[in-house]
């Protein structure tokens, strides 16, 4: 792989930046300043350098974004924000896409990835991922709401798994933990039981929370136990 290639990928710079730190002595391979940014490495054999602090080779990038308002959950639009254009210009370059979709007006923890065989095994309901939304609603819920949700309520003609409604005292809203992700799920979720969803954020993502020191709109790359985490539940 060459040299520019992996510094994009890695998120670091783009290719016009790496043939000008190359040229300014700031990379090197094996503790060799680089000569030449389209030199090929092996990134399994050896350890990059970028001023001085390793730079960690992975084949695919997983970044978590916590989500603003606004924007929807795909890699293009033509008329609205998107999400892909969240983050740097070298990481709109190599692919990513969100690991499911939250609605445009839901905010929180949401996945971008190119790694697609992973997203896939984290999105079917089979694996039982759990995700867990906070939200608020119109009006209190119902007494009964905590056990429709367990036995499974029916959306139009789909019988929803059961999920875990955790209401808070004043039965204004909550969490809820759905394995599952079917269109709109939770605001027609809250529409069986006769309320109304009037905010939404995800806050986990299987085991992993949102990162509260991420402002709407910022993101990170998953850490080594984060992507470890998702793919022992994949
Ligand atoms: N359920 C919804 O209704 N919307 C989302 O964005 C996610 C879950």
């Known amino acids: 792989m060459r040299i520019d290639k992996f ?3 890695a998120g670091l710079l783009s290719r016009k930046e790496c043939a000008a730190a190359v040229k300014r002595g700031l990379i090197a391979i094996d503790g060799v300043p680089a000569k030449n940014a389209a030199d090929h490495i092996d990134p399994e054999k050896v350890t990059v350098t970028y001023r001085g ?9 997983y970044l978590m974004l916590n989500k603003p308002a606004g ?5 293009d639009d033509r ?3 998107y999400v892909v254009e969240l983050v740097s210009p070298q990481l709109q370059k190599i ?4 690991a499911g979709r939250l609605d445009r007006d ?6 971008l990835t190119n790694d697609g065989k992973l997203a896939h095994a984290l999105l079917t309901p089979r694996h039982h991922v759990e995700k867990k939304y906070r939200f608020t609603c119109e009006s209190p819920l119902s007494p009964d709401a905590e056990a429709r ?7 139009g003609d789909y019988e929803c798994k059961p999920a875990v409604l955790e209401a808070d005292a004043d039965r204004m809203g909550g969490i809820i933990t759905l394995t599952e992700g079917k269109y709109h799920q ?9 309320n109304a969803c009037t905010s939404l954020c995800r806050i986990s993502f299987g085991n992993i929370p949102l990162d509260e020191t991420l402002a709407p709109g910022e993101y990170r790359f998953l850490t080594a136990e984060e992507i470890a985490s998702l793919k022992a539940q994949a």
């Open 7 to 9: 510094m994009t990928e």
């Open 186 to 194: 939770i605001k027609r979720m809250l529409f069986a039981v006769d």
């Open 149 to 155: 949700f367990a036995a499974g309520l029916t959306i």
């Open 106 to 111: 839901t905010t929180g923890l949401l996945v």
């Open 53 to 61: 602090e390793t730079v960690e080779y992975r084949a695919f990038t």
């Open 71 to 75: 924007y929807v959950s795909a890699t």
């Open 79 to 81: 008329f609205l924000p």
């Open 95 to 98: 692919g990513l896409f969100p």
